[in-house]
């Protein structure tokens, strides 16, 4: 695993994900979430993305997308999770979905971040050195990966939510 620049394509690939997905589900809500939701940064190139789904839904939701492709993934941060592949452009582009109900703490972060990330481009680069440090140092497996990136995120969550206690 090495680090991954930003691809000015992510948006376009999102749009086409999403197109996929509301070809069996209509109605579904779909979020770009993580690092390749935020213009200028890198990381491992892997779409993060939320269906926003109620548990009792699973059971039909995951069955319909993996009519259309989706493969269950059980390394997920939260499950149910399924991993897709879209190729657009001339590329393909691996794409983690997790089904999870609008008020889980997950979503809330993801979007928290998101937005603030959208808001702070000093952070960019900040959570970008953090991430190509821990890829030199020889944390690219998943967990070592992430442990290296923990105490930034840490850091980064408090200081997210001191900006939403101030609004």
Sequence with gaps: MGYVEYDPAYPRVFAHL???IHSVLPDAKIEHVGSTSVPGLGGRGTLDCVLLSDPPDHD????????????E???GAAQPALTYRVHIEGHDYE????????SHDFV??????????GHHPEEI??????????????KTQPWSYQQAKTPYLIELEQRIQAEVDQR
């Design 18 to 20: 999403t197109q996929t």
């Design 125 to 138: 680069e900040r959570y970008a050195a953090v991430k190509k440090a821990a890829i030199a140092e020889g």
């Design 73 to 75: 993934f059980p390394f």
């Design 95 to 102: 794409v983690l979905l997790y089904l999870l109900p609008p």
């Design 60 to 71: 039909t939701i995951v069955p319909a997308l993996e009519q259309i492709g989706f493969v």
């Design 108 to 117: 809330r972060g993801w979007l928290a971040f998101r937005d603030f990330m």
